[in-house]
């Protein structure tokens, strides 16, 4: 589930239920730019090893392409070790891909 208040410094939550647990990730929007970027703070807790108190950011951008397509640069800074920086980078790794599934789903079903 999420609840989300999405504008400058509006707080947003997350969670998701896992076979090892609830992960959650609460926070703010600390920058909303124009036309496309968002930066978000980033406080986890749940199952996975190390948590910490203090926040990290999430930084994302979306551009056009000239193709036609869309561009999306997420950036996670504040990460403190290689751990952690990988434990993060498979995890934004399957969300990309769980992403262009679902589009490519319901392109498919447009299709029809």
Not at 12 to 27: A, L, M, R
Not at 49 to 55: A, G, K, Q, S, T
Request: hydrophobic share 30%; net charge neutral; charged share 25%.
């Amino acid at each position: 589930g999420a609840d989300v208040d999405a504008k400058l410094h509006g707080a947003y939550s997350h969670y998701i239920e896992g076979p090892d647990g609830t992960h959650t990730v609460t926070g703010s929007f600390v920058e909303f730019a124009k036309p496309f970027r968002l930066k978000k703070s980033w406080v986890y807790r749940g199952p996975n090893p190390n948590p910490r108190p203090e926040p990290t950011f999430v930084d994302v951008m979306i551009s056009a392409e000239d193709n036609g397509k869309t561009h999306l640069t997420l950036t996670h800074s504040g990460l403190r070790d290689d751990a952690e920086k990988n434990h993060y980078g498979t995890g934004w790794k399957e969300c990309f891909v769980r992403l262009e599934n679902y589009w490519l789903s319901k392109a498919a079903a447009e299709q029809k």
